[in-house]
């Protein structure tokens, strides 16, 4: 079963400050996307990650995929209201036709 | 270019019914797949099109079936409803397989009572 484990699974922080959220797995993965979802959205693609330690940067995000292609993590700096949501990554699996979901890091950014 | 859009929005059904959720992909679009999300959980995967067939599966049992049609458009059906499967499904589409991403629908929230 392949599995990918996000942490944290909840984040609340004050506008202005940084945060790391993390993508685990123990499973080799083809590419690794990370989405974020509104309440009653579905979930929007942020970026994709292919090679072992491709960094990718979207504005004040930073995506990185881990040497092994098995994890990943998301940086935000300076952190705004308008980042909270839910935060989830989802890895290709190189044996077969299927993307699997993390659980999600909810984060809540205050004004 | 439009995007993928899912039918109904919102739908109540009672345990032991059957249902059947809509989907239109993106345009070039050419697989889709759907997703089951319960409340406060990630999306889990249910099955995925390929030109008009099966061509992967998640851990869900036979009463959840699907469809595509040659335009790429897709149904969902679940028989004998239970309970559980309340949920939000998601509907999402990619060109040529999923590794550059999904583009999703806004979702059919089903609620089973």
């Known amino acids: 079963t392949q599995l990918l484990e996000q942490s944290p699974q909840f984040l609340s922080i004050q506008e202005g400050e940084n945060l790391t959220v993390y993508c685990n797995s123990s499973?080799?993965?083809?590419?690794l996307q990370w989405y974020r979802q509104e309440p009653g959205e579905g979930p929007v693609l942020l970026v994709t990650?292919?090679?072992?330690?491709e960094v990718k940067k979207l504005k004040r995000l930073t995506f990185q995929f881990g040497d092994a292609r098995k994890d990943s993590s998301l940086h935000i700096t300076a952190a705004q209201p308008g980042d909270t949501g839910l935060y989830l990554c989802?890895?290709?699996?190189?044996?077969?036709?299927?993307?699997?979901f993390g659980a999600g890091t909810r984060l809540f950014v205050k004004a | 270019e439009t995007g993928v859009t899912q039918s109904p929005t919102h739908l109540i059904k009672t345990r032991g019914q059957q249902v059947t959720l809509r989907c239109s992909s993106q345009?070039?679009?050419?697989?889709v797949s759907w997703y089951q999300q319960a409340l406060g959980q990630g999306p889990q995967f249910i099955f995925q099109?390929?030109?008009?067939?099966?061509?992967g599966r998640g851990n869900f049992p036979p009463r959840f079936s699907g469809l595509q049609f040659p335009n790429y458009s897709s149904e969902l059906n679940v028989n004998a409803l239970e309970l559980d499967d309340s949920a939000l499904y998601l509907c999402?589409?990619?060109?040529?397989?999923?590794?550059?991403?999904?583009?999703f629908g806004s979702g059919t929230r089903l609620t089973v009572v």
């Open positions: 099109y390929y030109r008009e067939e099966e061509n």
């Open positions: 989802a890895g290709v699996w190189t044996g077969g036709f299927k993307t699997i």
């Open positions: 499973s080799v993965f083809s590419s």
């Open positions: 999402a589409s990619s060109p040529l397989g999923q590794l550059i991403g999904y583009t």
């Open positions: 990650v292919v090679t072992g330690g």
């Open positions: 345009s070039g679009h050419n697989t």
